[in-house]
C-alpha cells in the first residue's frame, strides 16, 4: 500500500449464520486482501438483525448489506455511502444489487431429477418469500419446455421476513403432509432452499413417504450441515457464495472509486452436490437401474458402453432402448454426462492443470474431453472456469 493513501472504511453487513453468507464474507475478505486492503467493519449477526446503530454517525467510505426487510435498506440508503445491496428485495433506486440467476438454480435442479429418470414434479416453497417463488416461476417454465407439468405448494402464509417464513414451516408440516400424500408416485421434488428441504423430508419421514423412491427432494444453498444433518443426507444446488462476495466487493470499489456507473448484476450457481435424498433412478425397471448406478460408480474409470451391457443380462441394442425410454438418451450419453459432471466440480473445486483433471475424470487424453465439453457446454474448459469463479 502506498505511503500515506488512506485505508478504505467498509461496513459488512453479512450474516455468519448461513453458509452463504459465510461464504460472501470468504469473497469479501479474498477481495480486500487482493485489492486493498480494507478496513472492514463487520460484527456477528444473523439474517433476522437490522442496521446496527453505530453506523449512524459511522465514519465509513461504503457498505455492503444483506438485510431482509424494506426498512433496513432504505435506512442504509438515506446515510447516502456507496452501497451494494446483497438481498435484492427491496432495493430502491440508486442501490445496486448483486443476486443468483433463479433460472439457472431451478434448471439445474430440473435437470438433476431429470437425469435420475424423473417424470413428474414438485415444488415447495415460501408463500411471500420473492426467491422462493423467482425459482418457482423458472422451475415450472423450464420444465413445461420440456413437456412436463409441475405440483406446486406455496402455503397461504404471506409474511415478507426468510427467517419468519422459515420458522412458519414448522408449523405447517400437517397441511404438507396432506399435499405430498396426495401426489402421483415417484416425484422429483424441488424445495425453494434447504432449510424447506429439510422440512420436507422431517415430514416424508414421520408419515411414512419413502425417500428418494417415493419423493426425491433437492433443496438449494448446500449448506453442508443442513443437508448432512437431514436424515437421509440432503441433494442441494451449491451457490457460490464465496464468488458473489468477490463480485459485490469488486463493485463496491468501482462505485466507491466513482470509475463507472454500477449496474445490477446477477450470479450462477457453481453445481448440484448429490447426497441421499434423490439417490435413485426413478423406473422399475431393475436392469436400466443397475446401469444406471453401475455408470455413477464406474464412468470415471473409463468405461465404454460394453462394459455397462456386461453388467445386465440383456443385448446392447435392448438396454438401448429401454434406457433411451427412462432417460432420453444413450447409454454412451450417460457416461459422457457422468464425466463431464466430474469435470465440472473439478474445474470449480480445485487448480488442478487440465490434463490432471482429464485423467481423473477417465479421460485417456485431454483433446478428446476439450472436444466433448465444448460440443456439450458451448464453452472451453478454461472459460468454464474462469466463469465459475
Known amino acids: 500500500m502506498t505511503k500515506g493513501k488512506r485505508t478504505p472504511k467498509v461496513a459488512v453487513l453479512v450474516e455468519m449464520s448461513r453458509a452463504h453468507g459465510r461464504g460472501m464474507l470468504e469473497g469479501i475478505s479474498r477481495y480486500s486482501h487482493q485489492h486493498g486492503p480494507w478496513a472492514i467493519y463487520h460484527h456477528e449477526r444473523t439474517l433476522r438483525d437490522g442496521v446496527p446503530a453505530w453506523l449512524a454517525s459511522w465514519d465509513g467510505d461504503g457498505i455492503i448489506a444483506r438485510v431482509e426487510t424494506r426498512g433496513a435498506i432504505q435506512r442504509i440508503r438515506r446515510l447516502g455511502l456507496p452501497t451494494i445491496d446483497l438481498f435484492s428485495w427491496y432495493s430502491p433506486p440508486g442501490v445496486p444489487t448483486l443476486k443468483v440467476d433463479e433460472w439457472n438454480v431451478s434448471r439445474m435442479a430440473a435437470e438433476h431429477l431429470l437425469e435420475r429418470g424423473f417424470r413428474r414434479f414438485a415444488y415447495c416453497g415460501f408463500a411471500g418469500a420473492d426467491f422462493s417463488e423467482q425459482r418457482c416461476r423458472c422451475f415450472v417454465r423450464f420444465l413445461a419446455e420440456q413437456g412436463y407439468e409441475v405440483s406446486v405448494y406455496g402455503g397461504r402464509r404471506r409474511q415478507r421476513r426468510v427467517t419468519s417464513l422459515e420458522v412458519g414451516g414448522l408449523a405447517r408440516e400437517a397441511e404438507v403432509a396432506t399435499w405430498l400424500r396426495a401426489l402421483p408416485k415417484p416425484i422429483?421434488?424441488?424445495?425453494?432452499?434447504?432449510?424447506c428441504g429439510q422440512q420436507i423430508l422431517n415430514v416424508c419421514r414421520e408419515n411414512g413417504i419413502a425417500?428418494?423412491?417415493e419423493v426425491a427432494v433437492i433443496g438449494v444453498d448446500n449448506d453442508v450441515l443442513v443437508c448432512q444433518m437431514a436424515l437421509p443426507s440432503l441433494s442441494s444446488v451449491e451457490l457460490d457464495g464465496a464468488g458473489a462476495g468477490y463480485a459485490a466487493a469488486e463493485m463496491l470499489d468501482q462505485l466507491m472509486h466513482r470509475r463507472r456507473r454500477i449496474c445490477d448484476r446477477l450470479f450462477n450457481p457453481l453445481s448440484v452436490v448429490?447426497?441421499?435424498s434423490t439417490d435413485a433412478v426413478a423406473t422399475a425397471d431393475k436392469d436400466v437401474v443397475a446401469a444406471a448406478q453401475f455408470i455413477r460408480h464406474h464412468a470415471v474409470r473409463g468405461i465404454g458402453v460394453r462394459d455397462v451391457v456386461e453388467t445386465v443380462s440383456l443385448s446392447r441394442s435392448t438396454l438401448e432402448r429401454r434406457f433411451a425410454d427412462t432417460f432420453g438418451h444413450t447409454v454412451r450419453a450417460e457416461i459422457d454426462r457422468v464425466k463431464l459432471n466430474r469435470v465440472k466440480e473439478l474445474l470449480t473445486r480445485t487448480d488442478w492443470t487440465l490434463?490432471?483433471?482429464?485423467?481423473d475424470a477417465g479421460f485417456e487424453h485431454l483433446e478428446?474431453?476439450?472436444?466433448?465439453?465444448?460440443?456439450?457446454?458451448?464453452?472451453?474448459?478454461?472459460?468454464?472456469?474462469?466463469?465459475?469463479?
Open 368 to 389: 478428446p474431453l476439450c472436444r466433448l465439453f465444448k460440443r456439450k457446454t458451448g464453452l472451453t474448459l478454461g472459460q468454464f472456469r474462469k466463469r465459475s469463479g
Open 211 to 213: 425417500v428418494p423412491d
Open 274 to 276: 448429490a447426497r441421499q
Open 188 to 195: 422429483g421434488l424441488m424445495a425453494c432452499n434447504d432449510i
Open 355 to 359: 490434463r490432471q483433471i482429464a485423467t
